[in-house]
């Protein structure tokens, strides 16, 4: 696999993570083999939530795979946390902190390599600060980031904990591309040219923030991947067309693609079938060239002015 650097941490992260959050929906014997498989290949980071299955993702991680010290030592295990489901959103201490002490024994070790805040809580105030530095001084977190966050918001977290954010969790893949789209029609009169997003792409790399992609190859539509979307008929033929230049499967073009861009983004894959992670794994360290990168971005029905 090859490994990329988070942020300007020194630790150095596989370029594929493991996403977690359908873990709490499988038996336990199949989340042992998908654990396992990533392990072998190299793919040792893996992302939770404590909301993925109300803290049951992570509590069939651990089990399934009989969490110990040394199994814990070759990992790296990333959570989130803020989303109250029902009530919304909270960045207050007590349920930063509270979260973090049900990851930790669901997940079976005593702390986390990175906490991300899942998403933002226009209500938060100096408590994160203090959230933050308790979790820092006991060490039961190493590094903090944010999921679904604009570059003002992430300016004003760094601000008020004196954090450097290390990571910005955002949906991206080559069927949402919208943080790419802004820049290339800059000026236009297209819908694609509005900023949605304070230009977060830009931003996290003139900041070395790590962008982690989620729902890498989610659809056009709620609940379709690129793989069943009849808006992605042209996207899937170029994927395949494209591929072949490189010896990849369609599925891990699609990941190599999101891997190519120079922001150095960590692709986090959602699959829990063992065979199309093993393919998926391929994508990592294979450069498609500037030509098919953009011929893919076309394919999926993006504007090129
Ligand atoms: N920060 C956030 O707000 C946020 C939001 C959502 C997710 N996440 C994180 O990102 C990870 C990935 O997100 P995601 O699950 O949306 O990712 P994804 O990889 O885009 O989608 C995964 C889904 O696609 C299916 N799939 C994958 N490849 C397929 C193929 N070749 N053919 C048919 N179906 C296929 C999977 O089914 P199979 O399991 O059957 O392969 C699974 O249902 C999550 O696990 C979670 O850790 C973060």
């Not at 808006?231 to 010896?247: A, I, M, P, Q």
Request: proline share 3%.
């Amino acid at each position: 696999m090859r490994k990329i650097e988070l942020s300007k941490t020194g630790l150095m992260v596989p370029d594929i993570a493991i996403g977690c959050m359908n873990y709490c929906g499988k038996e336990e014997k199949e989340i042992e083999v998908l654990v396992k498989t990533a392990m072998e290949m190299g793919a040792n980071f893996f992302d939770h939530a404590d909301i993925y299955g109300g803290g049951e993702s992570e509590r069939k991680f651990a089990s399934a795979i009989n969490m110990n010290g040394e199994l814990r030592s070759k990992m790296i295990l990333q959570s989130k946390c803020a989303i109250v489901p029902h009530q919304r959103y909270d960045f207050s201490k007590e349920h930063i902190l509270k979260s973090v002490d049900g990851t930790l024994q669901r997940l079976r070790t005593d702390y986390l390599d990175v906490l991300l805040l899942h998403r933002p809580d226009t209500l938060f105030d100096e408590e994160v600060a203090e959230a933050f530095a308790e979790l820092k001084k006991s060490g039961k977190v190493r590094f903090f980031g944010v999921s679904n966050h604009n570059p003002m918001q992430m300016q004003l977290l760094e601000k008020i904990t004196g954090e450097k954010l290390v990571a910005n969790q955002l949906q991206f893949g080559v069927a949402h591309s919208e943080m790419i789209a802004n820049g290339i029609n800059v000026n236009m009169k297209t819908p694609s040219a509005n900023v949605k997003d304070g230009a977060v792409l830009e931003y996290c790399r003139l900041t070395d923030t790590t962008i982690q992609a989620w729902g890498p190859v989610r659809g056009t539509v709620k609940g379709k991947t690129i793989f069943n979307d009849e808006n992605c008929t042209d996207l899937l033929k170029k994927l395949e067309e494209v591929g072949k230049e490189y010896g990849l499967s369609k599925e891990a073009t699609a990941i190599a693609w999101i891997l190519r861009h120079p922001a150095n983004m960590q692709a986090i894959l959602g699959t829990t079938n063992a065979d199309r992670l093993k393919d998926y794994l391929t994508a990592s360290g294979v450069k498609i060239d500037r030509q098919h990168w953009y011929d893919i971005y076309a394919a999926a029905g993006n504007n090129l002015p």
